[in-house]
Each structure stands twice: as structure tokens, then as C-alpha cells.
């Protein structure tokens, strides 16, 4: 398997090879039952679990319970039973709560971790079968398509208009259109374009693709592996337990010896003294402190979960009054992890579009003022071109609208929406003739319209480079582009074309197109989460964005966020960049910097240990 560590920089011929696999008949049954003894089955290990017993005993580790549960004995011998129940209920009601709230969480905990297994298409022997994503093996055939869950970490060999929602694994905020092509260079993770990774999702079209990394040696399953290997650290509050605990077990035993001591100097019977001096320790401790600190712990947890947080542990949630610095992750997060389209284009200006997410409450705007698309036609063709040149749907209802398709494509059925153009009715009308399919090579998705007034049209997006080329624009355009850009939004050019022709013909392709207008969309941040930073930062707490996403897009959405200061330039560090540093370059870069992008899972751990080491030398 190391031969393949870098398998996105091989030919699919080299893996194949490599893999002894086949890629029009895969493997067969014996080859598959041998690879599963040798690599195992496609599943993450799951750490050992305690047993109930272990994990009940487990509440009574600490410094306190131990004086407790001396005192209890010490109590129970000298016949003081009221004093002695007393303790030993605390004692357990202690042990208890912790119990109850830790073996919750472990059973959400492990909910979760079941949802990963699925069902995959794969070719054996020849033939299409479905099987169990847990019996795949290094060297499978296996197919997606739009809906699917990849099922383990794959060398694209073939793909159809292939498109994977990467967000959980890289931040990407929009699906990443795929590609068999070999890289030629080493990139990371979000720019390995001809992979699959296991536990993301295909939005869009279909592909093939080996098997090349299963289980605990998926992308995933790394991540995973990173997460066993974290050091456990105690939390403040524990450590102040801990640390007063010792101290109140010295003062106590020595205060109980000067007693014993000087009782027996001034004459007083030895057992009177002893008595005396167990008696004085077992009223020093103080017996009510660990009940009281795990009902004021419990309540914060009963808390977190009303917000859906889960906490393990009880001591856990105090370290949120601890906190001094927060790291975030952005797509879904510290965004809404829905495309809008915010700026638009045309001959006439720049227009802001208004509302949140895929509710089509909202506006066209030009200088804050609600425009009507008929006002400027430009826009309003700029609209219904993205309403054509749309393979998505979207069935807004109260509440949470249905939605099925690609996300910027959703994004521009939502923005005609709020200019009040009823999308199913413009497709009724307006029938679909031909379609050519959105292609990298290609740049562009092109459709060939019949119009109500009979006339046929040809609408076309894509890039500015492409749109450029054979339509009427002008250095208007790419100045507007280039601005709209730097914001971090995502840009989509369209124009549209009358043609004679029944067909999409490749000379009508090549130029006379109307240049309609720029759309651009981004993810844009939670109001919420805007609202969270600025008490985070009233409240003397750093917050650090730590994105797979680009720099670009990372950059202006910490600005509108507050996490980097609008209008001054803010240094991004990228994946690449971190990959350079040494553990003391890292702590300094963690320090100083809130803006992290297109980095790796890895590397969000090695920014996050950095910034835990930086605070316990503070401490």
C-alpha cells in the first residue's frame, strides 16, 4: 500500500497495475475473500469501550472522593452512622450523575459513528453487483452516482460530469467537479481532483473509480486515527481540585498530628486524642464540595445539550468559562453552507441581492433601493438565463425548502425567485430544446430554448475566459469580474444568442452571443455566528478560522464575520505554507494569525496543539 500513498499522482493504468486489478472486470470473489484477510474489512476500528463497571468506578478517580471515602470509614468505625450514610450518599450521587451523563454521550458517540457504512456498486467478475461498503477491498471497481456516499477513498478512472460535496472533509463550500486526469504535482487534499474520498457525497452526474485506501487507511479513517492519538489534558478546574485537594490532605493530617501530639504532651488519654483528632479531620473535609460541584456541573451540561452539544464529561463543560482562544471550522459552521448569489452585473451597474440562504424572501438591490428586473432587461435576461442553464430544483415551501441539484445552481433559482420570476412557470413556457452539460474542458453549459414568442435561443453560462471570447463584452466586464471576485464570491458569466437553427450546431458556439450580466454567489456566514463572535471578542476570546476552503473565500468571509479586520490587508496561510513550518514557526503563525485556508485535518490539529502548548507556558 505505500507505493500508493501519492495514487492521484499515478496514471489509472499505474494503479490498476499496481492494484493487479481490472478495470472492466474487477475482481473476483477469491481475490476479494483474500484481500479482506489481508487488508480487513472497510470499516473505522472502534476504540475499546469500558465496561459499565469500569466506567461507573471511573467516577470515584479523584483526589476529593478518595478524602471522602476515607472520612466515610473512618466515620463508620467510630460508630458516627448518621455522618457516615451521609458521606457515602454524596459519594454516590457523585458517581451517578457523572455515570449517567458519560454513558449517554458514549451512545450518541457511537450512533454516529455507525452512520458511516452504506451500500456500494461494485464490479465482480465481471458484473455489476451491490455489496456492503464494509467487504470492499484495495482494488475494486466501484461506480457512483448523483445521491451516493463514497463508500472508501478511490482513483477516478472515468467520470460524467462527476461532482463530490467535499465539505466535511475539506471545507470546500461548493461541490468539486472531478476528473480522471493524472497530477502531475503533489497538492492537498481539497485539489486532488481525480479522488473520491470515503463518507463525502457525489451531487451530481457519475463515475468509476479503484478502490485505493480502505478503513483506518481512508482520509477519513486518518482523521480518526488522529483523534486516538490526542493527548488527554485536564481541565482547569480539575487541575484546581486536584491542587487543593493535596494541599487540604497535608494541612489536614498535619493539623490531626499537632492535635494527637500536643493532647497527649498536656496528658490527655492517647485513644481520647485519637478520637479528637479524626474527628477533626473528618470536619475539615469538606464533604459537601463534590456534590455541590457535580450538580453545578451537570446543570451547564443539561444546558449544552437543550443547544444539542454533547459532553462526555462532566468537568468538561467548565472549560467553556476557561476558554481563551476558539477555533473554527467555516463551511456549515460559521456559514449557512448555501450558496446565494450577493452581487449581479450588468451593462447598467452592480446590483446587491438581499435575503439568507434558500428562502426566496428577499431583494434586488441598486444603492439600497428594490429594483424590478423589466427596469433594466440585461438583468432580467441575466436571471432567466440562470433559471434555463439549471439542472437543479427547488420547491420553496413554509419553512425549509425542498431542494435537489448542485447548490450554486440552486443558488441562481433562488435569486430569480426574489426578482419575482416564477421559475416552473419560465420553463414551462420556455421549453428545453437541447442541452450541452456543464464540462471543464468546455467551460460553459449551453441550452437551446424555444421562446414563447418563437423564436429559439441559445443561453449559455460559464466562465468570464469562455463567455468573453465569443460575445459583445467589454474591459467593463472583467473589471466588474474581477472586483466581484475579490470578495471572495464565486462568479458565473452569462449571454445568450437567437439562432435559426433546431439544433445546438458547433458554429453557432463560436461567437455573436449577447452578453448578459456577472452573477456571484458565496456561502455567506451565519447571522448568529456574527452575533457569537463579537461577544466572543467582548468577552476577551479570540476566534481563529481554520478553512479547507480558498484563501480568497476564507479571507472575506472572516472580514464580514469579524474575525479579520475590514478594510487592512490580513495575512492567510494556507496548507502549503504550514507543511514548511517547524513546531516553534508554527506557534508563532498560530499565534499572530486568525485565518487559516485550504488546509488538511492534520494540520488543523497541529494549529490547534500549537496554540495548547503556547497556553500552557502563559499558565
Known sequence: MTDLQNVFMLTDDQVEKSLNTSKEKGLTDQEAAA???????????????????????????????????????????????????????????????????????????????????????????GRKIKISSKQLVPGDIVFIQSGDKVPADLRLFQTNQLKIQEAALTGESVPVEKSSKTIEENVILGDRVNMAFASTFVTFGQGYGIVAFTGTNTEVGKISNLLKET?????????????????????????????FA???????????????????????????????????????????????????????????????????????????NRMTVKKIWTKKGYYDVSGQGYDKDGSILSNGNAVKPDDDPNLLECLKCGVFCNDSSINFKDGESEIQGDPTEISLLVCA??????????????????????????????????????????????????????SDSSADVTKAYNSIASDGLRVLAFAYKVTSNSKIVEDDLKDGFTFLGLQGMIDPPREEAIAAIKKCHDAGIIVKMITGDHAVTALAIAKQLGIAPKGKESKVYTGLELEKLNSEQLKKVASSNNVFARVTPEQKLRLVEALQALAMLLR
Open 35 to 125: 484481500r479482506i484477510n489481508k487488508y480487513g474489512t472497510n470499516e473505522l476500528a472502534r476504540a475499546k469501550r469500558d465496561s459499565l463497571l469500569i466506567l461507573f468506578l471511573r467516577q470515584f478517580h479523584q483526589p476529593l472522593i478518595y478524602i471522602l471515602l476515607l472520612a466515610a470509614i473512618v466515620t463508620l468505625v467510630m460508630k458516627e452512622h448518621v455522618d457516615s450514610m451521609v458521606i457515602f450518599a454524596v459519594i454516590i450521587l457523585n458517581g451517578v450523575i457523572g455515570f449517567v451523563q458519560e454513558a449517554k454521550a458514549l451512545i450518541a458517540l457511537e450512533s454516529l459513528a455507525g452512520t458511516i457504512e452504506t451500500e456500494a456498486s461494485v464490479i465482480r467478475n
Open 231 to 259: 493527548v488527554r489534558m485536564e481541565t482547569p478546574l480539575i487541575k484546581k481540585i486536584a491542587g487543593f485537594s493535596k494541599l487540604l490532605m497535608y494541612i489536614i493530617g498535619i493539623l490531626a498530628v499537632v492535635t
Open 262 to 336: 500536643v493532647g497527649v504532651f498536656r496528658g490527655e488519654g492517647w485513644l481520647e486524642m485519637f478520637k479528637a483528632a479524626i474527628a477533626l479531620a473528618v470536619g475539615a473535609i469538606p464533604e459537601g464540595l463534590p456534590a455541590a460541584l457535580a450538580a453545578t456541573l451537570a446543570i451547564g451540561v443539561s444546558r449544552m445539550a437543550k443547544k444539542n452539544s454533547i459532553i462526555r464529561k462532566l468537568p468538561v463543560v467548565e472549560t467553556l468559562g476557561s476558554t481563551t482562544v476558539i477555533c473554527s471550522d467555516k463551511t456549515g459552521t460559521l456559514t449557512e
Open 417 to 470: 425567485a426574489k426578482a419575482g420570476i416564477d421559475n416552473d412557470l419560465l420553463i414551462k413556457n420556455n421549453p428545453r430544446l437541447e442541452v450541452l452539460p456543464f464540462e471543464s474542458e468546455r467551460q460553459y453549459m449551453a441550452v437551446l430554448i424555444k421562446m414563447e414568442n418563437g423564436e429559439n435561443r441559445i443561453y449559455m453560462k460559464g466562465s468570464l475566459e469562455k463567455l468573453a471570447n465569443i
